[in-house]
């Protein structure tokens, strides 16, 4: 965790309005008409910063990711009735190497099932708050199999609003199927979102924090606990997974005081750390937790 003084010191030296950056963003382009390439797929800020998907586990998030990527390569977001087919393969081959299709079918349901809360400009510029399904519809084969599909549909009022985003981040899908708390997810997704600005910090107050990390409500209430339980297991995914540095910091205003604000600060990673990461996403999941908090003791035989 960051030291208080060396904070300070790096938001004074760093700070930049982040509205103002947002604006220059939103005079270049539109979300959707960026290309997919090697830093991952344009995810619309709107999808990034939903709330109301805490019960997304991380599996859930990861195939919403796949699922959106495919929708928007295809470049038929914006078609009045677009709907999209995708192997069950092709999203499960990432995930486990099992050839059953039941945890996919389970996510699907839940994309389908969950209302979101996403907030979006309409196209006079002023801010909306829309709840909504983030799939429509599936269309499944009942066998399995890997030539068995599925055909989604996504929101139209959903896909309306994705195509007025002008703010976007690149996600890696392959980063998020290697991880396995959702917050670490969640907390990857925001920084992506935020890290070309010209900072390297953000202030988020501690609700809108819990909202934007997918905690359910009145859950890990307690510092400590919110710490320990979806703090530390994100930031440990984070930096050990995906090609970002993040550090956070919680605040109080005084040593018994509640949790008020949320300071997160990140970097892009280099060298070494940066092909430590790359090695452990293709590395089994089996012992991976024991490998990220270096718990791992060599066997010696003689």
């Known amino acids: ?51 109301g998907a805490h019960q997304l586990e991380a599996a859930d998030r990861a195939i919403q990711n796949m699922l959106f990527q495919h929708a928007h390569d295809s470049g038929r977001m914006t078609s009045p009735d677009a709907e999209w087919e995708i192997t069950f ?12 299709n039941d945890r996919v079918r389970a996510s699907l349901d839940k994309l389908m099932s969950i209302q979101v ?15 909504t399904h983030l799939l429509e519809f599936t269309d499944t084969d009942d066998r399995d199999g890997d030539n068995a599909t599925v055909v989604f549909g996504i929101p139209k009022k959903l896909r309306t609003a994705l ?12 980063v998020t199927y290697a991880m396995t708390s959702k917050y670490a997810i969640a907390l990857y997704e925001l920084v992506c979102l935020r890290i070309n600005l010209q900072t390297c910090i953000d202030r988020f107050p501690m609700e809108r924090f819990r909202e934007l990390m997918g905690v359910p409500p009145n859950a890990y209430a307690d510092g ?15 930096n050990k997974l995906s090609d970002l540095h993040v550090d956070i910091e919680l605040k109080r205003k005084h040593a018994r005081a509640p949790v008020h604000e949320v300071v997160v600060v990140w970097r892009k990673q280099e060298g070494e750390e ?27 035989i003689s």
């Open 1 to 51: 965790m960051l030291q208080e003084n060396g904070l300070a010191e790096l938001l004074i030296q760093t700070r930049l309005d982040y509205k103002s950056c947002s604006g220059i963003a939103s005079r270049m382009s539109l979300t959707i008409s960026q290309k997919t390439n090697a830093a991952g797929f344009p995810k619309p800020s709107e999808l990034i910063e939903i709330t």
């Open 89 to 100: 393969a092709e999203i499960r081959r990432p995930l486990s190497k099992h050839e059953s």
């Open 117 to 131: 809360v996403v907030h979006y400009l309409n196209g006079r510029g002023e801010p909306r708050t829309m709840k």
């Open 163 to 174: 195509a007025r985003s002008n703010r976007w981040g690149r996600v890696r899908c392959e």
């Open 224 to 238: 400590q606990d919110f710490r320990r339980k979806v703090i530390e297991p994100a930031v440990l995914e984070v």
């Open 274 to 300: 940066f092909r430590a990461s790359m090695q452990e996403r293709d590395r089994s999941k089996v012992g991976r937790k024991a490998r990220l908090r270096g718990k791992v003791e060599a066997i010696s």
